[in-house]
């Protein structure tokens, strides 16, 4: 065995104390989201109905680079971080590559993936304005664990919405939040307006993380005291999450390295962004050159298919519109197992960048992805989410490219999360019965051919 050092950690006085905001460094901003009634730029009062103050006033804030994670947060933030910063010697032997492999290891968190750096954020801004109940979606149960956690340290009610087809396949998601004191419902649901439109439509329809927006939005404007929130795709969750990649910073300083390859799975932002963000404010401002890959599914492919236009976050329509690459917000994405990348849409942040070229995607297949995750495991010993296996995919294709050429790069990944509950989509691929699902270019031009003209 090597006695290499393996793994860097922070102390707690080194644990950041302030999250970045790249939107203040970004030469070209994202365009302003739209309220789509009055058809102006969003300002954050008209998303004080929706969301707590100090929340949609970060959403919009392109002027401050560094804003203050208040001490409440930072105190629960040190009960898990700093999370560590593992060089992947296992991984690398098993793929005989020369690059240097680091992950940063966010499954550690008390509910299992990243989520919790942004609900606990969320959960005591909406505390400290007095707010009593949250609501909000999630799809294979990783925001709706964390949330719910998150909401019960503050003191608050949590209602989730948890789309159906990951409330079926997997129960065990829904047992954490009901174990945390959330009250969920499968989404669509009969419960809410937008729920019954879409089941009297289409009564099988197995919802998708659209639809369940809808309805806890709904759910939140008409009750009372009551905030919704997001764990992804916004610009104050990739904000929170920022805490991610500043960490990482730090230790890979420790580790004497600075990657040249950060890679991050995409679902609609928060954790790439998270882990990105600190490294390509060195890219914008001293010209590093690091490169920048997010990894999406190939079954929901928005940043190498879809289109940059103003579109809705949610199915029924209820966000404010927002400039994005996307599918189209009627995309119904197949059903596979990373359900936290089953989104139709990108953050504004991150499709401003993509479009600018300050970073790649790539899309990979459900049976490639399995592939990785079940080569980490064997590697690293952990059993990765199938969300986080596409990162690993990724990582891999890049492992290999330096075996090729004898480079010795240094390629920074985040693991988003563990999969010791997605046990069954891995027995799926262990019995050969997993399915791949492609979308193509054609797909994507009839959808959203489909889409009203919105803007
Ligand atoms: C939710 C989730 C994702 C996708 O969301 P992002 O906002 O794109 O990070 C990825 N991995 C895990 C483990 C998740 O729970």
């Known amino acids: 065995m090597s006695t290499k050092q393996k793994r860097f950690f922070l102390t707690e006085e080194e644990i950041p104390t302030q999250w970045y905001n790249i939107q203040a460094d970004m030469v070209n901003k994202p365009l302003p989201p739209i309220n789509p009634k009055t058809k102006e730029p969003l300002k954050p009062e008209d998303l004080f109905p929706i969301f707590a103050e100090e929340l949609s006033r970060q959403e919009l804030d392109q002027e401050h680079a560094w804003i203050d994670i208040p001490e409440e947060v930072r105190d629960m933030y040190k009960y898990y971080r700093s999370t560590p910063l593992v060089r992947a010697y296992g991984l690398e032997?098993?793929?005989?590559?020369p690059a240097h492999i680091?992950?940063?290891?966010?499954?550690?968190?008390?509910v299992g993936s990243h989520k919790l750096n942004s609900a606990l954020a969320q959960a005591y801004y909406c505390k400290k304005q007095g707010v009593t109940n949250i609501t909000t979606e999630t799809g294979a149960g990783q925001w709706g664990a964390a949330l719910s956690y998150a909401a019960k340290v503050f003191g608050l009610d949590a209602a989730v919405y948890q789309v159906k087809i990951s409330y079926n396949q997997k129960p065990y998601r829904r047992s954490i939040m009901q174990t945390y004191g959330a009250q969920v419902t499968p989404s669509p649901s009969m419960s809410t307006r937008a729920g019954k439109?879409?089941?009297?439509?289409?009564?099988n329809n197995q919802g998708s993380l659209g639809t369940a927006i809808s309805?806890?939005?709904?759910?939140?404007?008409?009750t009372p005291n009551c905030k919704?929130?997001?764990?992804?795709v916004l610009s104050h969750v990739t904000l929170h999450q920022s805490i991610i990649g500043l960490e990482a910073e730090k230790q890979m300083e420790k580790a004497g390295e600075y990657p040249d390859v950060v890679i991050g799975c995409f679902g609609g932002g928060s954790n790439f962004g998270g882990i990105s963000f600190p490294f390509m404010r060195h890219n914008i401002l001293e010209g590093k050159k690091t490169r920048f890959i997010a990894a999406e599914p190939a079954s929901c492919p928005k940043l190498t298919r879809g289109v940059f236009q103003y579109d809705f976050g949610d199915v029924a329509g209820y966000t404010p519109l927002l400039p994005m690459y996307t599918l189209g917000h009627n995309f119904m994405p197949a059903n596979i197992h990373a359900g936290g990348l089953r989104y139709h849409g990108a953050g504004v942040i991150v499709s401003q960048l993509l479009k600018d070229k300050l970073m790649e995607a790539v899309d990979i297949k459900q049976s490639e992805s399995f592939k990785a995750g079940m080569l980490f495991a064997q590697a690293e010993g952990i059993i990765p989410a199938p969300e986080s296996s596409h990162a690993i995919a990724a990582t891999i294709r890049e492992a290999l490219k330096c075996k090729e050429t004898g480079e010795e790069k240094v390629i920074l990944f985040n693991l988003s999360g563990h999969g010791l509950i997605d046990m069954a989509a891995y027995d799926q691929f262990l019995s050969g019965s997993l399915q791949d699902f492609e979308v193509t270019d054609e797909d994507v031009a009839k959808n959203l051919s489909e889409l009203e003209q919105i803007i």
Do not use: Q
Not at 102 to 110: C, D
């Open 93 to 97: 032997e098993a793929l005989d590559t």
């Open 215 to 222: 309805e806890a939005i709904e759910l939140a404007v008409s």
């Open 197 to 203: 439109d879409i089941l009297t439509k289409d009564p």
């Open 102 to 110: 680091y992950f940063k290891n966010e499954s550690v968190s008390p």
């Open 228 to 232: 919704y929130t997001l764990g992804s």
